[in-house]
């Protein structure tokens, strides 16, 4: 953990920005830096190499200092928390401790990871830091400026074991009755195994008669579950171009145009792992559109009852034409 003096620093100048999955560019303190996650994978005893890509800027030349930390998960978002460089993967790092990078300009660093001979399979997670201070160097001392970091997920490769799934799933608040989309869902997945775990697999939704009628992806964002640890994802079943509806006239309008009624089953199928580990787990909801419902039986009524109306008035003229003309045919005679 760290001290509360250290939280805070993290808190107001730390600048870190998290990729769920997939390569894009970061950035901060006017500088970019790519890739911003770094997915490697290598045999206990060997060394692996790569770099990273940093363009600065700024309109002065920048000298960045490099450090390295290990992180864990903070709580099931997904976040992590760096925890120091007191042994793992931040201290099997090596490279240039600082880095001069000119105006407007791109350069590379290179670093180095040698994974110790008798390391155990599994998974093993630190962060790259570049900073424009240099890091902390004695115990109680801290580095003032900002930093950006760039996470690296490690595998060593070997027998590791796979043990998990998912630990629960249900919808926002445990609601069960809506009268239209969206419903939102959320599930927490478990990782009791040796290296993070991607889940992967469909919310498959299902009306009365079992037609399916949405199919969302479980994990968009690729976001992976570190092992011991469990995290949260969530999911919106939503209707394209939907709004959310104000007034009962505007909720008349929505239910109409995205028309849903009767139970409904969301059925949550995961595969994850290695061995393509399967988990499976479903709920069931009632969508019911009363303000549609109550729109159309109070036009049915008033369609009703203007039908007798005219009918009674239609059939009183009928019967005074009838007489009229019996009349007639009367003083005829």
Do not use: C
Not at 46 to 73: A, D
Not at 148 to 159: A, C, E
């Amino acid at each position: 953990m760290f001290p509360p003096r250290m939280k805070r620093l993290f808190t107001t100048s730390i600048f870190l920005v998290i990729a769920a999955s997939v390569f894009f560019v970061h950035q901060a303190s006017a500088l970019t830096v790519s890739p911003a996650k770094i997915e490697v994978a290598g045999d206990p005893g060997s060394v692996l190499k790569g770099t990273i890509r940093v363009y600065n800027e700024q309109e002065k030349e920048q000298t960045l200092y490099t450090s390295f930390e290990n992180f864990e998960p903070n709580d099931d978002s997904g976040t992590p928390r760096f925890i120091g460089a007191e042994g793992g993967l931040a201290t099997w790092f090596t490279a240039e401790p600082t880095l001069t990078v000119g105006a407007d300009e791109e350069t590379e660093l290179t670093y180095r990871i040698s994974i110790p001979a008798d390391t155990e399979p599994g998974g093993y997670f630190a962060a790259i830091f570049l900073g424009n201070q240099p890091p902390a160097t004695a115990e109680g001392q801290v580095s003032i400026g900002g930093r950006i970091g760039i996470l690296v997920l490690l595998r060593v490769n070997g027998d590791v074991p796979e043990e998990g799934g998912i630990l629960d799933f249900d919808t926002e608040s445990g609601k069960r009755w809506y009268t239209t989309p969206p419903v939102s869902f959320t599930y927490r997945f478990s990782n009791l195994g040796g290296d993070r775990v991607v889940p992967s697999g469909t919310l498959d939704l299902t009306n009365t008669f079992g037609m399916n009628r949405a199919s969302l992806d479980a994990n968009q964002s690729k976001g992976s579950v570190l092992p011991g640890s469990a995290r949260r994802f969530s999911q919106d079943w939503s209707v394209r171009d939907q709004e959310t509806p104000s007034g009962f006239f505007a909720n008349v309008g929505a239910q109409f145009k995205n028309f849903h009624l009767g139970w409904y089953t969301a059925t949550l199928n995961l595969t994850w792992g290695v061995s393509d580990q399967v988990s499976t787990e479903r709920l069931s909801f009632f969508i019911f559109p009363w303000q549609l419902v109550i729109t159309i039986l109070i036009i049915f009524v008033l369609v009703i009852f203007i039908l007798k109306v005219a009918g009674k008035r239609y059939r009183a003229a009928l019967i005074r034409e009838i007489k009229q003309q019996q009349a007639i045919a009367i003083e005829e005679e």
